[in-house]
């Protein structure tokens, strides 16, 4: 049940660095859905290849449990990529 809910809409989210204490804003977008995105972070251990994340990562590989994830705000699953980003991603970094 959950991948399908998971799957059926995109999303504004943020991670949270608990030892740094920085977060990070990022956005889904596709058919996939919020699903598509999280499995990539879980695939990668932890960084989804985000570069930021990625450089933690290869310093120490345990470090992904410092993060947690939350959604900040669900977007339509036909939202484009440009719209997440641009509107969405972006207006809800400033905030943070």
Known sequence: MEKKMLS???CI????DRKLEKN?????????GI????KEYAKT???GNNVTLQ???????SYPNNFSWSIL???SISISSYEA???RENANSKKV
Do not use: M, P
């Open 13 to 16: 989210y943020i991670i949270t």
């Open 8 to 10: 059926a809409v995109n």
């Open 85 to 87: 980003i641009k509107y």
């Open 45 to 47: 251990g932890g960084h």
């Open 73 to 75: 705000e669900t977007l």
């Open 55 to 61: 450089k933690l990562y290869d310093q120490d590989n």
């Open 35 to 38: 699903w598509g995105r999280w």
């Open 24 to 32: 990070y804003i990022g956005s889904t977008y596709g058919k996939e």
